[in-house]
């Protein structure tokens, strides 16, 4: 995992007595999980998300500590983490979990429901959903008044859920599941990035559960006054008829101009009216706070979820900065009214790490 204060590299937790937690106890691997303790007594970093695991029932330890036990133990080294001083000393994280960390079992809260509270626990705990989604301040603590609203994570936005979407249509219950066990939706378009490995896996689970996590996030929203048919109207209007631009619809400003020819000569064959794809206005990569989403997919394309094989998008190597930034402001002109983003260069510039690391890989 590439951090603010360099690279952490997730442990062997198989059960392999020398490199993994072969010779763990049942309590050792409870403190772990509960408490961000090693079997030696160290602190664990918190990219380990045991602020979420501390959530997690006795029962369910229990259940987990069983079926790690049971694998087969793989006896491969995990890497030396690359820390720079002073992150590299653990005992510092005893600051950190005063600071930031707050043991204790989930608490259901007896005005809910039974779905919400279940897709509280399992959003909360098992799915560390925030271990992404909340920002988290200069020394890695998350910022706690702004639960799910967005955060950069791992050269990627982890964008803002429930009260904090900048989704243009809101989400509904099914919009979610469907977002959650396939990893799209028609509403909102496809999963990419990071959230990728989530939705797979996700779509292992009894779809009553997805469900309840899909009641817990939405109930967070404030109530819609949004007019859903006038979103989708601007929507379809805004989705190109072919990949000729007519000479009325020519932009002025020249840097737009690039950027219009570009996206009908290199975007146009997929994203337009009649293709299957989302309408790019109701994309949270175009409408929200962050080019940096809409960036990576352009770079390196879509490898899609399990469940929606078809969506795949070829990825555009050859283009230059320039041209890249021409046609992520042409996007953000053309398919949303929101302000220009004014971080695109920078973005870009993180993006071509993103992508020459995970090449190189
Ligand atoms: C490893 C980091 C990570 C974790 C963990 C994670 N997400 Fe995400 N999530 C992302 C990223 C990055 C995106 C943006 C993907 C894109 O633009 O296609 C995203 C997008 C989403 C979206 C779509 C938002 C939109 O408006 O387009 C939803 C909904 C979502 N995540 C829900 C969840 C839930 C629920 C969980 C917990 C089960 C979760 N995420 C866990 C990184 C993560
Ligand atoms: C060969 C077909 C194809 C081409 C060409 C193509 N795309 Fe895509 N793109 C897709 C598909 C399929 C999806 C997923 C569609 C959906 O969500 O319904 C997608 C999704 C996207 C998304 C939404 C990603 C998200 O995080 O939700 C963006 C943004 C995007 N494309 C931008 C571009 C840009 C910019 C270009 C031109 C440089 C381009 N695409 C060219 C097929 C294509």
């Known amino acids: 995992m590439q951090t603010p204060f360099g690279v952490v590299y997730a442990t062997n937790i198989s059960p392999d007595p020398e490199n993994g937690i072969g010779t763990w ?17 160290a602190y664990l970093y918190p990219a380990f998300p045991y602020d979420h695991f501390t959530l997690i029932t006795d029962e369910d330890i229990s259940a987990l500590y069983a079926y790690f036990m049971a694998q087969e133990p793989i006896p491969s080294q995990p890497l030396e983490n690359e820390l720079g001083f002073p992150f590299n000393i653990r005992t510092l994280l005893a600051g950190w979990n005063l600071l930031y960390f707050e043991p204790g079992r989930f608490e259901a809260d007896p ?36 639960r799910f609203a967005g955060a950069r994570v791992d050269g ?20 979610m599941v469907n977002y959650l066990i396939d990893g799209w939706d028609r509403d909102h378009g ?35 006054d949004r007019d859903r048919d006038a979103i989708l109207a601007f929507a379809e209007e805004r989705e190109f008829e072919s990949q000729t ?34 309408p790019l206005a109701l994309a949270s990569s175009v409408s929200g706070p962050d080019p940096i989403n809409l960036i990576n997919v352009t770079i390196d394309g879509i490898r899609p979820p399990d469940g929606v094989p078809e969506k795949s998008m070829p990825r555009f190597t050859t283009m230059s900065d320039e041209e ?38």
């Open 156 to 175: 990627w936005y982890a964008t803002g859920i429930g009260a904090h979407s900048p989704s243009p249509l809101q989400w509904s219950e099914w919009g």
């Open 111 to 146: 005005e809910q429901d039974d779905d919400w509270n279940r897709g509280g626990y399992l959003v909360e705990a098992l799915g560390h959903c925030g271990a992404c989604h909340t920002p988290r301040n200069a020394l890695g603590g998350p910022k706690l008044g702004e």
């Open 25 to 41: 106890s049942e309590e050792a691997f409870r403190r772990a999980m509960h408490e961000g303790i090693r079997k030696d007594g």
């Open 190 to 224: 496809v999963a990419a990035g990071p959230m990728t490995p989530v939705v797979n896996h996700l779509a292992l689970l009894p779809e009553d559960d997805i469900y309840a996590m899909a009641v817990y996030i939405t109930s967070f929203q404030e109530d819609d």
């Open 324 to 361: 890249l930034h021409d046609l992520v402001s042409f996007i953000r002109h053309h398919f949303t009214e929101e302000p220009a983003w004014d971080n695109i260069k920078s973005a870009i510039s993180i993006a071509r790490e993103n992508f020459s690391r995970s090449s190189g890989r």
């Open 245 to 278: 631009i007519p000479e009325s619809d020519f932009l002025d400003d020249p840097a737009l101009r690039r950027g219009q020819e570009r996206f009908a000569s290199s975007c146009a064959d997929c994203h337009r009216r009649v293709s299957e794809t989302a």
